[in-house]
């Protein structure tokens, strides 16, 4: 299984941002796939879910600002968030269970200036 993650930056506080995670060596469509984020000091946590299904959740934190979305075509998960904040803040992970193994993309640094 391999993950990469693209489209991470600086960006003023009320900005927007696009990050891409693309799959491969799976049947992409068939898994649910997470994003998560770690800022310095802090514990990994939970961003945003899309299922198989195109359900998807979000932590409280990121509700109404972030969108996570998949195309099963481009194997790719994508997380359109905006109104960012300081808090945002944080390296972004991508993340996939396969065979009981959780797999991890490299992470892509996103900064938001106040």
């Known amino acids: 299984v391999q993950l990469q993650a693209f489209g991470g930056g600086l960006v003023q506080s009320g900005g927007s941002l696009r990050l891409s995670c693309v799959i491969s060596?799976?049947?992409?469509?068939?898994?649910?796939v997470d994003w998560y984020r770690q800022a310095p000091g802090r514990q990994r946590e939970l961003v945003a879910t899309?299922?198989?299904?195109?359900?998807?959740n979000y932590a409280d934190s990121v509700k109404g600002r972030f969108i996570i979305n998949r195309d099963n075509y481009q194997d790719t998960v994508t997380l359109q968030m905006s109104s960012l904040k300081p808090d945002d803040t944080a390296t972004y992970y991508c993340?996939?269970?396969?065979?009981?193994?959780?797999?991890w993309g490299p992470g892509t640094q996103v900064t938001v200036s106040s």
């Open positions: 899309i299922t198989s299904e195109f359900n998807t």
């Open positions: 993340h996939v269970v396969h065979r009981g193994r959780a797999f």
């Open positions: 060596r799976i049947m992409f469509s068939h898994y649910d």
